[in-house]
């Protein structure tokens, strides 16, 4: 009879459905304060994970049983919501969401005029009404005719709104108020954001890059439609070859050089034009955490394995390069500014040419010495983020 049901259609519930509750579990842990310390911090990191692969573990479900896509597809707008509540708040008031005062955001909000509140609610949700065209089957059969999607599959239908999502959502905060959430001076004050203790970052960004890895397998269907073989060839980890390794690192060193050209270029004809640039003392502020060597080295491989799995290696494949980029360029946002942005976004299209022309771990190693190149410069003193 077990046999039976396990080549049922029913299949994909006995192998997601305890990883789903599993994850379901971290995600309420992560919003309550029953874990302190170092455990408190590796439920939190799983936590920013955990709705991720809830929706793609509901979404592959759903491709053999038909109810469950639409409990997919409404947890997906429950994410959406989400990152709704958080712009709005962001937009009209950062620092109260960081004041001891439980009432201090309903005062700030109360004392607002209708008008500004009232736009502000507007610019959110309808950044995330522009998200769900990817409902659209004929928005989706148009893409498919230039990307590697199946119109008919819920896994590629919720995963194209959440990209859309995440590349038009995060924007709105620096859209409305002209700058980057997390560059609110008086935020980064009320945070402690540039006094914390320099390389306290180690655990957060080790269990950060864990879960990342974690989550980027089972986005990919590991178990559910992939072997762990099949895997790694969809999210392109392979064991570099010296040759791979060595054009990791000369890309690396030589992004470095060139955008450091570009990022004064642009400062300055952004200056010129009056667009308001990105404060280089309050964004190094939020990187002074990881000013040490060691909690240097952890950061760049944590953005440059973490970051290139999940946008490289998970996003990439299915909706190519340019989504690609502008997803992860939206994923920084809420700390820098349009110039900064423009600067991250064309370093993602040239990470995402690398990927495409080699495989994720090369780009991946390209990133880390990249970012291990920003840092030690910067804590050289050479130059400032």
Sequence with gaps: MFDHLWQSRYRDIFIAGPVIVVFVVLLCLSTTPVFTGDYGEFILAGGIVAPFVILALLAYTGETIRPVRYIAYLWLLGILLSIFAI??????????????????????????????????????????????????????????????????????????????????????????????????????????????????????????????????????????????????????????????VLIGVASGLLLVGIFWLFDDAIALLFAANGIPTTDDTLVTNLFMVSFTPLAAVVASITAGLGEELSIRGVIQPRFGILIAALVFASMHAYQYAWDGLLSVFLVGLCFGILRNYTNTSTSAISHGVYDLTLFAIIMAGITTL
């Design 87 to 244: 712009n709005f708040v962001l937009i009209l008031a950062p620092v109260d969401l960081a004041s001891p005062d439980p009432d201090a955001l309903t005062k700030q909000l109360d004392s607002l005029p209708v008008a500004t509140v009232g736009t502000a609610l507007l610019a959110s949700f309808g950044a995330g009404l522009i998200s769900l065209i990817g409902f659209s089957r004929s928005f989706r059969v148009i893409l498919a005719r230039r990307l590697p999607i199946n119109p008919d599959s819920p896994v590629h239908t919720a995963g194209l709104v959440c990209a859309l999502a995440l590349i038009i959502m995060p924007l709105v905060p620096l859209i409305m108020t002209g700058n980057a959430p997390l560059l609110n001076a008086d935020l980064q004050n009320m945070l402690g954001i540039g006094h914390e203790i320099q390389g306290s970052s180690v655990k957060l960004d080790t269990f950060t890059l864990i879960w990342t890895i974690i989550g980027s397998f089972l986005l990919v269907g590991l178990w559910v439609r992939r072997d762990i073989r099949s895997t790694l060839e969809r999210l392109g980890l392979v064991r570099p070859t010296a040759r791979q």
